[in-house]
């Protein structure tokens, strides 16, 4: 059975994940401020990695089903994890970021995938978006903004969305398949 808003045991399933998800973060980030401190030996005296270089560094070390951000969408009540992997077990911890797609700040386009009606439901209010809606990634490197320039509805096998440039692209299931 499926209640209005989502499924309610995979519901309380992501919930208690969330938690180990917040904290994995969390060390994600302050691991990442310690690796790339100011250095003397092979660059100017306090020269940082550029954020593809970090970017790039994350998405070689990071395993799949682990946190590598946080996803914010003010006008639909988004704020959660982004893990890597948009596979099944992958998307049951919250939204996914496609592993063939960059990671905010490398200049391509970036894919995250996610659940309309279960497993908290994180995109179940996506086709509520509207032209010019600020999307926020905040990645342990960063913070990246990106504004809302369409909404549809496409096929399963379009991929050609996801090679279209330097951009976010989210997906899910359409409304009608929920």
């Not at 401190?37 to 990695?49: D, E, F, H, L």
């Not at 089903?65 to 998307?91: H, K, N, Y």
């Not at 995938?113 to 509520?128: E, N, Q, V």
């Amino acid at each position: 059975m499926t209640v209005t808003w989502q499924e309610p045991i995979s519901a309380l399933y992501t919930l208690y994940q969330r938690a180990a998800l917040e904290e994995e973060l969390g060390g994600l980030e302050g691991e990442e401020q310690a690796a790339f401190k100011p250095v003397k030996s092979g660059r100017k005296s306090g020269q940082r990695a550029s954020v593809k270089q970090r970017a790039q560094r994350l998405k070689r070390r990071v395993a799949v089903a682990s946190p590598i951000g946080r996803l914010e969408i003010d006008r639909i009540g988004v704020d959660v994890p982004i893990v890597q992997g948009a596979d099944l077990s992958s998307l049951r911890l919250g939204p996914g970021h496609y592993r063939g797609t960059d990671l905010p700040g490398e200049g391509g386009t970036v894919g995250i995938s996610g659940h309309r009606i279960s497993f908290s439901a994180p995109f179940r209010h996506l086709d509520k978006l509207k032209r010019g809606d600020p999307i926020t990634v905040k990645m342990p490197y960063g913070r990246f903004t990106y504004e809302v320039a369409a909404t549809g509805i496409e096929t399963p096998d379009a991929v050609n969305v996801l090679d279209a440039g330097d951009q976010l692209v989210l997906t899910a299931c359409p409304p009608s398949q929920r």
